[in-house]
C-alpha cells in the first residue's frame, strides 16, 4: 500500500532554515508528482509547489519563489522540502502529497490521493 | 491565478440532515476541481475528483456537482463521522489552490 512518512517536528529561529523530508514506499517513487501543502494554526491548506520525481523538475507557487526549495532522492524515495529565511508566519504543518492519475473524458485528472503525516515547523525566537 | 471560494464557511447540522457546500472559482475550471475531508489532527482524505467522480472506499452518500465556475459538494444524509471541515481544490492549472474551507459541526 502506498505509504508517505514525514520526517518530525522541528523549531527554528526566525532567520533559520528548515529541510522537510517524505519517505514513499508501496508504489513506483518516479511515476508520480509529489506536492507540498501547508497548514498554518487554525488556518486552512496552502500549496507550495510541487516536484517531478523522475525529472526533478519543479513548479512552486509564486509566493514561495526564492525561498522554497524542492529536491528528490530516488535511490531512497524520498522527496525533501527546504523553505529559508523563516519567520513566525511559516509556523505551521507541511504535508507531502502525492497524485494519481485518473483518466476520463479525454483527459487525465491529479487529485492529491495520498498524504503523509504532517510535519510541525514551529518559528520562535 | 485562479482563486477559490467556498461557502459557507461554517454550518451546524444534525445527523441524517442534508448538507451542500459550495465552490466558485475566479474563472472556469472545467471540471478540475476536487474535494477533501479533514479531521482535527489529521491529514487531508481525498472524496470527490473532476467534480464528481467517486473516490474508491468514499461513501456513497457524497456528491459532487458542477463544472466551469460553481461546484457543490453534498452530502444526503450526514452521519456522526462526517462532522470534519471540507476543502475544495483545483488542479485546471498552476498554481494549485483551495478554498478556505467549510466546517461542518453538530447541532
Known amino acids: 500500500q502506498v505509504q508517505l512518512v514525514q520526517s518530525g517536528a522541528e523549531v527554528k529561529k526566525p532567520g533559520a532554515s528548515v529541510k522537510v523530508s517524505c519517505k514513499a514506499s508501496g508504489y513506483t517513487f518516479t511515476g508520480y508528482y509529489m506536492n507540498w501543502v501547508r497548514q498554518a494554526p487554525g488556518q486552512g491548506l496552502e500549496w507550495m509547489g510541487r516536484?517531478?520525481?523522475?525529472?526533478?523538475?519543479?513548479d512552486y507557487a509564486q509566493r514561495f519563489q526564492g525561498r522554497v526549495t524542492m529536491t528528490r532522492d530516488t535511490s531512497i524515495s524520498t522527496a525533501y522540502m527546504e523553505l529559508s529565511r523563516l519567520t513566525s508566519d511559516d509556523t505551521a504543518v507541511y504535508y507531502c502529497?502525492?497524485?494519481?492519475?485518473?483518466?476520463?473524458?479525454?483527459?487525465?485528472?491529479?487529485?492529491?490521493?495520498?498524504w503523509g503525516q504532517g510535519t510541525l515547523v514551529a518559528v520562535s525566537s | 491565478d485562479i482563486q477559490m471560494t467556498q461557502s459557507p464557511s461554517s454550518l451546524s447540522a444534525s445527523v441524517g440532515d442534508r448538507v451542500t457546500i459550495t465552490c466558485r472559482a475566479s474563472?472556469?475550471?472545467?471540471?478540475?476541481l476536487n474535494w477533501y475531508q479533514q479531521k482535527s489532527g489529521k491529514a487531508p482524505k481525498l472524496l470527490i475528483y473532476?467534480?464528481?467522480s467517486l473516490q474508491s472506499g468514499v461513501p456513497s452518500r457524497f456528491s459532487g456537482s458542477g463544472s466551469g465556475t460553481d461546484f457543490t459538494l453534498t452530502i444526503s444524509s450526514l452521519q456522526p463521522e462526517d462532522f470534519a471541515t471540507y476543502y475544495c481544490?483545483?488542479?485546471?492549472?498552476?498554481?494549485?489552490?483551495f478554498g478556505g474551507g467549510t466546517r461542518v459541526e453538530i447541532k
Open positions: 481544490q483545483h488542479s485546471y492549472s498552476n498554481p494549485l489552490a
Open positions: 473532476a467534480a464528481s
Open positions: 502529497a502525492r497524485e494519481v492519475n485518473y483518466y476520463g473524458s479525454g483527459t487525465y485528472y491529479n487529485p492529491l490521493a495520498y
Open positions: 474563472q472556469s475550471i472545467d471540471n478540475y
Open positions: 516536484i517531478n520525481p523522475n525529472s526533478g523538475g519543479t
